[in-house]
């Protein structure tokens, strides 16, 4: 059986792991393989680097740090942050990244999804969507969300480029919903349930987690295969070796590191 | 301790090559042929698709080289894939040293496709490279097509099925998962190997 995965974020800034509150005013959280090593320690079944601030400065991510993760660590992990380009993606996953993520850069080009799948396989490619709920009732994606003074409302439907993105060759799909995002009430369940519908490929939830229970009912309610999340784990408001036991406790299929 | 990595142009040899560090082995990234029959240990590495994955390998002259290989050898993921006879992926003839086929996960309710996460292994036959594996030690696996049961299967995992998880045959071995990324349990199958 495949385990559920449990994946801590780590949103990169200038070189240090940094987190805000519903995507604004970040405090510096601790070094990136410091943390990254900690994770591994507890028993994270991946991690995701965001380098944040790398698409709305219009710039890739910096290879220095990914080199440094790749080395230190022996747990898969995912490096997203401004890669326009096969070449750019080539130069991460070089420095020893497993997958990498696009999200504003595929809502700008999105052959950028199929050209990263012909030249690495869609193992390699995850498509990161950030999706808000509008006054309409309807989900849609929002760009360039590391910087809040350059977000942008796109008139694109969450769930149609949810679609889009895997007929392209999105081998994993993370969903970031922001509406529940950093205020840990609990993953959007409704908003996933319909994704899973949806979603042919390993489907990761992003957004909302502040109890242990919130990663059970992702997973048996909305049945997504990762959960992410970032602010409980750094905090140290959920441990994982608990929250594994607890899964484990629960009929959720977990890896006991 | 002489080990080399077979650079056939996967993006996951550096992954591979700090996993060795781990493990106090210095691995050469080469695709020359005589260091290639000259080491003790050669493992080829491999993300990416089976047809480029063997036009790469006829480009670089290395057919020939890895079927004439007599020591250890290792094929991990689609390294692993390369090894065995035919790949449904592309329709691709492999270097056909371990006589097994390999077939596309076929997708179902529940059942995404690639395979990507943990998944426990089951040991099959007892055998040196699976030497410390308990019952409850899982490795990370990022793959399409996979390795049907058969001869050559030391360990399995299962989604939607059994499918084989690690393979030998004579002096040639396989990982679908990925050592260099499966923690404790994988830096402990790359040592059974670099034992063997």
């Known amino acids: 059986m495949l385990s559920r995965r449990i994946?801590?974020?780590?949103?990169?800034?200038?070189?240090?792991?940094?987190?805000?509150?519903?995507?604004?005013?970040?405090?510096?959280?601790?070094?990136?393989?410091?943390?990254?090593?900690?994770?591994?320690?507890?028993?994270?079944?991946?991690?995701?680097?965001?380098?944040?601030?790398?698409?709305?400065?219009?710039?890739?991510?910096?290879?220095?740090?990914?080199?440094?993760?790749?080395?230190?660590?022996?747990?898969?992990?995912?490096?997203?942050?401004?890669?326009?380009?096969?070449?750019?993606?080539?130069?991460?996953?070089?420095?020893?990244?497993?997958?990498i993520s696009v999200n504003s850069p595929a809502l700008e080009r999105p052959a950028l999804i199929d050209e990263l799948a012909a030249a690495f396989g869609v193992q390699c490619v995850v498509v990161g969507i950030d999706s808000l709920r509008d006054a309409d009732g309807e989900w849609r994606v929002r760009q360039y969300t590391g910087d809040p003074a350059k977000t942008q409302?796109?008139?694109?439907?969450?769930?149609?480029?949810?679609?889009?993105?895997?007929?392209?060759?999105?081998?994993?799909?993370?969903?970031?919903?922001?509406?529940?995002?950093?205020?840990?009430?609990?993953?959007?369940?409704?908003?996933?349930?319909?994704?899973?519908?949806?979603?042919?490929?390993?489907?990761?939830?992003?957004?909302?987690?502040?109890?242990?229970?919130?990663?059970?009912?992702?997973?048996?309610?909305?049945?997504?295969?990762?959960?992410?999340?970032?602010?409980?784990?750094?905090?140290?408001?959920?441990?994982?070796?608990?929250?594994?036991?607890?899964?484990?406790?629960?009929?959720?299929?977990?890896?006991?590191? | 301790?002489?080990?080399?990595?077979?650079?056939?142009?996967?993006?996951?040899?550096?992954?591979?090559?700090?996993?060795?560090?781990?493990?106090?082995?210095?691995?050469?990234?080469?695709?020359?042929?005589?260091?290639?029959?000259?080491?003790?240990?050669?493992?080829l590495p491999g993300v990416g698709a089976a047809g480029p994955g063997m036009a790469r390998l006829r480009e670089l002259g290395l057919v020939d080289v890895l079927r004439s290989l007599e020591q250890p050898v290792l094929g991990v993921c689609l390294g692993m894939q390369l090894l065995c006879a035919r790949s449904e992926e592309g329709d691709t003839e492999c270097l056909g040293l371990i006589p097994a086929p390999v077939r596309r996960f076929t997708e179902a309710p529940g059942l995404r496709v690639p395979h990507m996460g943990w998944n426990r292994l089951s040991v099959q036959r007892p055998h040196p490279l699976l030497a410390?594996?308990?019952?409850?030690?899982?490795?990370?696996?990022?793959?399409?097509?996979?390795?049907?049961v058969g001869d050559w299967t030391l360990a399995t995992a299962d989604y939607g099925g059994a499918f084989s998880a690690v393979i030998a045959h004579g002096n040639f071995h396989g990982m679908q998962f990925h050592p260099e990324r499966s923690a404790a349990v994988g830096a402990r199958l790359l040592k059974n190997f670099l034992e063997l």
Not at chain 1, 15 to 38: N, P, S, T, W, Y
Not at chain 1, 189 to 214: D, F, I, K, N, T
Request: aromatic share 6%.
């Open chain 2, 132 to 148: 410390g594996l308990g019952d409850d030690d899982q490795a990370y696996f990022v793959h399409s097509y996979a390795v049907p």
């Open chain 2, 1 to 43: 301790m002489d080990v080399v990595l077979v650079d056939a142009g996967g993006t996951n040899i550096g992954s591979v090559r700090y996993a060795l560090q781990r493990l106090g082995v210095d691995a050469a990234l080469t695709s020359d042929a005589a260091a290639i029959r000259g080491a003790d240990k050669v493992i």
């Open chain 1, 7 to 99: 994946i801590p974020c780590l949103d990169v800034r200038d070189g240090q792991v940094v987190k805000g509150v519903r995507f604004r005013d970040h405090v510096v959280m601790g070094e990136i393989v410091d943390l990254a090593l900690r994770y591994r320690d507890e028993g994270a079944d991946e991690l995701v680097f965001y380098d944040i601030t790398a698409s709305p400065e219009g710039r890739s991510v910096d290879r220095g740090w990914v080199e440094k993760v790749a080395r230190a660590i022996d747990i898969p992990f995912c490096v997203a942050g401004g890669i326009r380009s096969v070449d750019e993606a080539r130069a991460v996953l070089h420095a020893g990244a497993d997958k």
């Open chain 1, 153 to 257: 409302a796109l008139s694109r439907r969450t769930l149609d480029w949810l679609v889009e993105a895997q007929q392209r060759g999105a081998g994993e799909i993370v969903l970031n919903c922001m509406g529940s995002d950093g205020v840990r009430r609990g993953y959007d369940l409704e908003q996933l349930s319909v994704a899973r519908a949806l979603c042919r490929v390993p489907l990761v939830a992003s957004g909302g987690a502040g109890e242990p229970e919130h990663f059970r009912d992702a997973f048996l309610e909305a049945d997504v295969d990762g959960a992410l999340a970032a602010s409980v784990f750094h905090s140290g408001a959920i441990a994982i070796p608990e929250l594994k036991r607890y899964l484990r406790g629960r009929d959720v299929t977990v890896r006991i590191a």
